[in-house]
């Protein structure tokens, strides 16, 4: 069995290997009732000789474990993630915390107890500030009191054995750092979010990552792994496309596009370093064997993937998805702030096409300040685009914001809509564009604006779409998901979350000869755009650009140049009319092998 879970990414990259569950000391603890069974889960065993340490040597001595994990990150060159550690060993030494923690204990409540109370009360009031920063720390004061019970019960950190993907609900910062170096190929986590510390150490640490994985560790349970020593789950990290896939050990059967069992052994035999889609191998433009040019750009989850981006020889970004900077906040970032990450990514790609796609937020990707209320179906929801309509200041703020810096960087952005929908969609997004511009940058050239084709709706409407636009993106994740009807968070429904299925295929088909008839660029930037099969349809399809995460391009870059255009468009006339999507993928894999053999 195996099944996808979609995730916010936190960390880009992609790494294999067998999933290890990390359980909290505390909630091992409730699991099993005793403190002695908590502790052995917890690690190492308590000692049953010593004198447990006071409270106050307690923090001490966790202050001076901080410190010294501190030093050896600085010592490695890495004075930023080592300020995260030396503000842990500040809270963990911090006079409120160790004075609420001796009150606690002094009104009869066991020295852990009073520990984890003190620190829950401290991180309930900095959760509630207003400064998403702030707020964010929380997490810190709860991993420091847990650091604290350890030293108490003279345990210590589980870790796994061997290179592993650490699966958990969250994750404390210090322990990404702890858990020896190798021993973490990619971390998944059910909770966080991308601004949280543990993100922001895996990011450092070149650890692929992902955040806010719901259904994770129900998908893992379903699969076996109980505890942190089972190794009979694979699970495979997408950390810039944002997404896991678990595959029990011995089934093959990866999902679509993802290596099997035995490539994901492999993969862990050679470490992180090697990414699923392996070392980019050529350098160049995208093209096939007889010189049809298919640029190959960029998808980002952040600012900070443009560096492995422009490492990939991206040419340009074909979808910057923003939503990394609303998540996991209280407030929406300022615009001062949204205008200096657009501006990084606008200069660092120079003359080359940047999309920024404006906050594809609501669904699964909700954040409290936005005014819609909870949904029964959140992925048929006020999402994307249709939030403009509640919350217009959202969009509004965000395309001044991109308007200012496209403007500080002497560029034209292109600027794309998710969930269109309707003509009407496109419409508002428009006299958004232009209202920003008037506001933010009056007289300025206006930004290129597309729709994001990832609704049925709007692959069947494409034809009145294209002569609204300047462009149109094939979102083939969501087109696949709405026209299968097959929700993208279900494990269970994976085999129909694939998009070369040929349903899917005769809507690509639809878009590009809309945008064909009247002229405009027609691209795609799902996922089917970084799989070798999946780029070898699109491009015969005549979709013009493929946008995939950088990790991919090397790959995809390679399998076009080893064929030519008019067998792709034969490989593509036969795709539209093949009866399923193992018929698709096979007639790719027959292409690529024929061609592959020929001198
Ligand atoms: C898509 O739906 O294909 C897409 C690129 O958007 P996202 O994956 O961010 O929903
Ligand atoms: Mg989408």
Do not use: K
């Amino acid at each position: 069995m195996t099944g996808r879970v979609l995730a916010i990414p936190a960390a880009p990259g992609r790494a294999a290997g067998p999933a290890w569950l990390h359980v909290p000391a505390a909630a091992a603890g409730q699991a099993s009732g005793a403190s002695a069974d908590r502790a052995t889960a917890a690690g190492t065993a308590p000692s049953t000789r010593a004198p447990r340490p006071t409270i106050r040597e307690a923090t001490d001595e966790a202050g001076h474990v901080l410190s010294e994990l501190a030093a050896g990150l600085r010592a490695a060159g890495r004075a930023d993630e080592a300020e995260i550690l030396d503000a842990q060993a500040v809270i963990a030494v911090d006079p409120s915390l160790v004075a609420a923690a001796e009150r606690r204990e002094a009104a009869g409540a066991a020295p852990v107890e009073a520990v984890r109370e003190a620190a829950a009360g401290i991180a309930a009031r900095i959760a509630a500030s207003a400064n998403p920063r702030t707020a964010a720390r929380a997490s810190d004061i709860l991993d420091v009191a847990e650091r604290v019970v350890r030293v108490i019960e003279g345990t210590t950190l589980p870790v796994p054995t061997r290179p592993s993907v650490v699966v958990a609900r969250d994750l404390p910062p210090s322990a990404v750092v702890e858990i020896p170096a190798g021993m973490v190929l990619a971390v998944a986590l059910e909770e966080g979010s991308p601004t949280a510390h543990v993100a922001i150490l895996a990011r450092a640490l070149g650890i692929p990552a992902v955040v806010a994985a719901a259904g994770l560790l129900e998908a893992l349970a379903s699969l076996g792994t109980a505890d942190g020593t089972d190794a009979d789950v694979l699970a495979y990290v997408d950390g810039s496309a944002g997404w896991v896939t678990l595959a029990a050990v011995g089934d093959g059967a990866a999902p679509a596009g993802e290596p099997a069992g035995a490539a994901v052994h492999s993969t862990i035999s050679a470490g992180p370093a090697v990414a699923a889609g392996g070392p980019a191998a050529g350098v160049g433009p995208g093209m096939t064997a007889d010189g049809h040019r298919v640029p190959l750009l960029a998808n980002l989850g952040w600012p900070d993937d443009m560096a492995a981006a422009l490492d990939a020889g991206a040419e340009g970004v074909g979808l910057f998805r923003t939503e990394s900077l609303f998540l996991g906040r209280t407030a929406s970032p300022s615009e001062e702030v949204q205008a200096a990450a657009y501006r990084s990514v606008l200069a660092a790609m120079g003359d080359r096409p940047v999309v920024i796609r404006i906050a594809d937020l609501g669904g699964d990707r909700s954040v409290p300040y936005l005014s819609g209320a909870s949904e029964a179906n959140p992925g048929l929801g006020v999402r994307g685009i249709r939030l403009a309509r509640g919350d217009r200041w959202l969009h509004l703020a965000q395309l001044r914001a991109i308007a200012r810096a496209a403007d500080a960087v002497g560029v034209r952005p292109w600027v794309l809509a998710p969930m269109v929908a309707t003509l009407d969609d496109v419409d508002l997004f428009r006299e958004l564009c232009a209202a920003a511009w008037a506001d933010a940058t009056p007289g300025a050239e206006m930004p290129l604006v597309g729709a994001m084709v990832e609704v049925p709706a709007a692959a069947l409407m494409a034809d009145a779409l294209a002569s609204r636009v300047d462009y149109l993106s094939i979102g083939t994740n969501d087109l696949t998901q709405y026209a299968l009807a097959a929700d993208r968070g279900v494990a269970a429904l994976a085999p129909l979350q694939d998009a070369l299925n040929p349903a899917v295929l005769r809507l690509v088909r639809m878009t590009v000869e809309a945008g064909g008839a009247v002229g405009i660029p027609v691209g795609a930037c799902g996922v089917l755009a970084g799989e070798p099969d999946g780029a070898l349809v699109l491009a015969g399809l005549g979709v013009g650009t493929l946008s995939m995460e950088p990790a991919s391009i090397g790959r995809v870059r390679d399998v076009l140049r080893s064929v030519r255009i008019p067998d792709l468009e034969a490989l593509a006339e036969a795709a539209l009319r093949a009866p399923d999507t193992a018929t698709v993928r096979g007639l790719a894999a027959e292409l690529v092998s024929v061609s592959s053999s020929r001198p």
